[in-house]
Every structure is written in C-alpha cells, then in structure tokens.
C-alpha cells in the first residue's frame, strides 16, 4: 500500500489574513495548496499550533477552490522549516552556519536520507531558528520507503528556506 507524505512550511504569510491585495508569497502559496489538496482532506497533520492554523486555512481554500477530494491511500502532512537566518534582513539576522545546514536538510529530504533527519541537532535547530526541527524528526520514519521527493518549492523569501515536497512511500 502506498502513503502520501507532504511537507509544507508553517509560515504565517500562508494564513489568508496575511494575503492583502498582492500576495507577498504567491509561488509559495500555490505549491504549498496543491500539496495540502494532494494530500487530501483526512492527511494527519504533523505541525506546532501555527503549523496547524496554517494547514486548516490551505485546507479551507483548497475546498472553496474545489480542489480538495477524498484520496484512496493514507496521507502525513508534516508543517517545518529550514533556518531563518539566511540573510541580513532574516527573522534572527545572518549565521553564516544556515546555509550549510539548509542544504544538508535540503539533500536529506529530496534523496530522502530518513538517517540524517533523525540526527537533526536540536540545539543548533533553535540556534537557527529552524521551523518545528521534531517535524523534521517525524519524516525520518515517514520516508524510510518514500522515493525521491517531488520538490514543489525551495526558496529563502525573507532569509527563510521554505520547502514544498511531496513523496509516496511503499509498505
């Protein structure tokens, strides 16, 4: 049997109160709802409170939309990101350690590497400011049969890494 497994950021620009008149996160937006709606409507969610607010409002428009179908297979939608000190004007400013730390994320999650997310460094985690770093965690037993990611977005808007993914895992 086959399980759907979706990753989506828990960025507030996603909650519609946050839209305005011109989107600041359109291409976000548009890969991280195609995702929750692939995921379908009865996915489990993985997420802190915000992470959760964040997929019941991409749920919420992906119905309106009619996009969101009941799907055959069970679903994980997992809510994390990467560090939000990847640039002077980031949340929590420049490290020079978040890139490196993004793009070995990054790797583990398109080959998938289950491994190297269950060694994610919480401690380096918070000094990062990386999103939910035990969602990371989750998708370490999540992918131990996925095969390679669809990457639906990898992008820093604001010095954040933000990543849409989605895997189908075998049993």
Not at 44 to 70: D, F, I, K, S, T
Not at 89 to 113: I, T, W
């Amino acid at each position: 049997m086959s399980t759907r497994v979706v990753l989506i950021p828990g960025v507030l620009a996603l909650l519609p109160e946050y839209a305005g008149r011109t989107d600041p996160v359109a291409e976000l937006r548009a890969a991280a709802l195609a995702a929750v709606a692939w995921a379908g409507p009865d996915a489990v969610v993985v997420a802190e409170p915000q992470g959760a607010r964040v997929v019941e409002a991409l749920r919420a428009e992906a119905r309106a939309a009619g996009l969101l179908a009941p799907v055959s297979e069970p679903a994980t939608i997992v809510v994390a990101n990467g560090t939000a000190k990847r640039t002077e004007k980031a949340p929590g400013h420049l490290d020079e350690r978040a890139h490196g730390v993004d793009d070995a994320l990054g790797e583990a999650l398109r080959s998938p590497d289950p491994e190297h997310l269950r060694q994610l460094d919480h401690e380096l985690a918070d000094q990062l400011w990386i999103g939910h770093a035990d969602g990371f965690v989750a998708l370490a037993d999540l992918l131990a049969t996925a095969s390679p990611a669809q990457v639906d977005y990898a992008d820093d808007p604001f010095g954040v890494q933000y990543w849409v993914m989605r895997w189908r895992c075998e049993s």
